[in-house]
Nanobody
Framework: QVQLVESGGGLVQAGGSLSLSCAASGLTLTNYAMAWFRQAPGKEREFVAGISSRGGATGYADFVKGRFTISRENAKNMVYLQMNSLQPEDTAVYYC??????????????????WGQGTQVTVSS
C-alpha cells in the first residue's frame, strides 16, 4: 500500500521560511518522479516543483523560482521542499505526489498516481 505523508507546514510571517517533508512508503522511490502541488481556497490545484527519479533534474513554477528548492533522498524515501521568502499568496495546502519516472516534467495533476493528504502552509502579512 503506497503512502505519502507530508509534514512541516505551519504559520509563518511574510519573508520567512518553511521546510516541508514527504515520507513515502510502499513503493520503490527510484522508479518515480516526485512533485509538490498546492491548492489555495477557491483555486485549482497547481504545480509547484518537480524532481526526476534520481534527482538529477528539477523544475519549478515561475512563481516560486529562486525561492523554493525541491530535493530528495531516495535511500530514506524522502522528498523535501525548502520554501524561502514566503509571501501571503503562497498560503495553500501543499501536496506531495509521485508519477512514473518517464512522466517527470509533467505539470498536470492527472499525471500523478499517488498523493499525500496535504499540509497547510499559512503566510501572514
Amino acid at each position: 500500500q503506497v503512502q505519502l505523508v507530508e509534514s512541516g507546514g505551519g504559520l509563518v510571517q511574510a519573508g520567512g521560511s518553511l521546510s516541508l517533508s514527504c515520507a513515502a512508503s510502499g513503493l520503490t522511490l527510484t522508479n518515480y518522479a516526485m512533485a509538490w502541488f498546492r491548492q489555495a481556497p477557491g483555486k485549482e490545484r497547481e504545480f509547484v516543483a518537480g524532481i526526476s527519479s534520481r534527482g538529477g533534474a528539477t523544475g519549478y513554477a515561475d512563481f516560486v523560482k529562486g525561492r523554493f528548492t525541491i530535493s530528495r533522498e531516495n535511500a530514506k524515501n524522502m522528498v523535501y521542499l525548502q520554501m524561502n521568502s514566503l509571501q501571503p499568496e503562497d498560503t495553500a495546502v501543499y501536496y506531495c505526489a509521485c508519477a512514473r519516472a518517464l512522466l517527470y516534467g509533467s505539470r498536470r495533476s492527472n499525471s500523478y498516481d499517488y498523493w499525500g493528504q496535504g499540509t497547510q502552509v499559512t503566510v501572514s502579512s
